[in-house]
């Protein structure tokens, strides 16, 4: 028998495997993909935060203040007015604001678009139209100047109107260690919504990460005294970790490749179908060629489809909890969907060889499971060296090391819970694809040499 008659034998078995074959494939995808959809609930760790007093706004309308005075700002502070989605979640927001040391900037996460003010006294003003926010500023409160206009997509009616202001970055007199943060102080007056939701009082929150001591906000006389910590840095680079930590569930949906791996392989062994398979293909490394073209073929065809889109769905829906915007082909992105694929497609294909070797079902199962989660636990007691080698040569630690950014993390894993020591790209790469190439080499020497 030809290959590629091989090929259309061992697809119709595939789909006969208890498992139901490919729906087995796709339950196994969306196992991994759950934490990647359940993971945008607002619970991020957010990229910026700040002290708010803040108003609900409804419809299209202008936010202005006159920002007089900002103390106790150092690089990175800054102080203005905000349009958001939500007061208290770090959510979609556009702030202008007039920063100690890059003067006026209209800010939305890792975008900024410069203004002309410097210096106190300056005006600054917000105008919704829809979606569409624009910032202006003047420094008499009657000539104004656009700073710029940004997007935020899907806003509702109601959004949240507010003054707002940091200190600087959380990094500086480590605050974020000892929970002591600086605060800064600014003063606004003259400020008017032209939408703002009758009968809603002024509130304030401390947005992002907790303080100590918490910001607050007076107002007395139409002047509003605003103080709290946090930073609104300049976000010139997407955090890449935010991609590949959307791959925390992948775990999940091995045990289902593994489990199809399996018993493709020894289902016809149960049923003594294998002797009628040896006899059409004398060749019995067609057998196994096969076998290998159809579930990795599946495997690739079915994971990258469906973890693609899980991650353009992730793309598309980041900004909603306050994460930077990244672009559909953004490197962190590709090479985390990329990256994702090959772990699948290897472990089908690990299963699939050992289940060669072997036959039985629950054993080749048990070993499977055993070296994806066995070695990175025994590595953790070893000294460093054995250690990382053992990590590296088990499927999940050199799978986990084709989803690091590219050019990072070039040492070998102590630990693939620990991603400041995982392999480079080609190491792991060379780890896995070695470790498949092995195992289905020792399966066609068991199936030429020592089948019956």
Not at 168 to 192: M, Y
Not at 266 to 295: D, N, Q
Not at 389 to 399: D, E, H, I, Q, R
Request: glycine letters at 12%.
């Amino acid at each position: 028998m030809s290959l590629r008659h091989s090929i259309f034998s061992e697809w119709t078995k595939f789909w006969s495997v208890r498992l139901g074959g490919g729906v087995a494939i796709v339950i196994g995808a969306l196992l991994a993909l759950i934490p990647t959809l359940a993971g945008l609930d607002g619970s991020n760790p957010p990229m910026f935060s700040y002290h708010m007093a803040h108003r609900p706004f409804d419809g299209d309308g202008s936010v202005t203040a006159r920002v007089t005075e900002h103390q106790g700002a150092g690089p990175g502070g800054g102080a203005g007015v905000v349009l958001k989605r939500d007061p208290e979640r770090t959510a979609p927001y556009v702030a202008l604001l007039l920063t100690r040391d890059r003067g006026v900037r209209l800010h939305t996460f890792r975008t900024e678009i410069a203004g002309t003010l410097t210096t106190t006294p300056a005006w600054l003003r917000l105008v919704r139209a829809g979606d569409t926010i624009s910032g202006y500023e003047s420094g008499d409160g009657s000539t104004w100047h656009e700073v710029g206009t940004m997007t935020l997509r899907g806003l509702p009616a109601r959004i949240e109107a507010g003054l707002v202001t940091a200190a600087g970055p959380i990094g500086s007199s480590n605050c974020e260690a000892n929970r002591t943060c600086p605060l800064s102080t600014a003063t606004f007056d003259q400020v008017s919504l032209t939408a703002a939701a009758d009968g809603q009082p002024w509130r304030s929150v401390d947005v992002g990460r907790p303080w100590s001591p918490a910001g607050s906000f007076t107002e007395s006389g139409g002047v509003f005294t605003v103080r709290g910590g946090g930073d609104f840095r300049p976000f010139t680079n997407f955090d890449p970790n935010i991609a590949d930590g959307a791959l925390a569930g992948l775990l999940i949906g091995l045990p289902v490749l593994v489990a199809v791996g399996v018993l493709f392989a020894t289902s016809e062994y149960a049923t003594g179908l294998h002797r009628a398979t040896f006899a059409a293909t004398p060749r019995r490394w067609k057998v196994l060629a096969a076998k290998a073209i159809v579930l990795g073929g599946t495997v690739l065809a079915v994971e990258f489809t469906i973890v693609a889109a899980g991650f353009a769905w992730l793309v598309s829906n980041v900004e909603s909890t306050g994460i930077a915007p990244i672009e559909y082909l953004h490197p962190a992105v590709v090479k985390a969907v990329l990256g994702t694929t090959a772990i699948l497609f290897a472990v089908a294909l690990v299963s699939l060889a050992l289940g060669m070797l072997i036959r039985r079902p629950a054993g080749a199962i048990a070993l499977v499971v055993s070296m994806l989660l066995v070695p990175p636990i025994v590595a953790e007691n070893l000294p460093d060296t054995a250690g990382r080698w053992l990590t590296l040569l088990s499927p999940v630690g050199a799978g986990f090391g084709l989803l690091e950014p590219p050019t990072e993390y070039v040492t070998i894993p102590a630990s693939p819970a620990d991603p400041s020591t995982l392999p480079s790209t080609a190491i792991a790469a060379a780890a896995l694809g070695g470790m498949v190439f092995v195992l289905l080499g020792l399966a066609v020497w068991r199936l030429r040499r020592l089948d019956a």
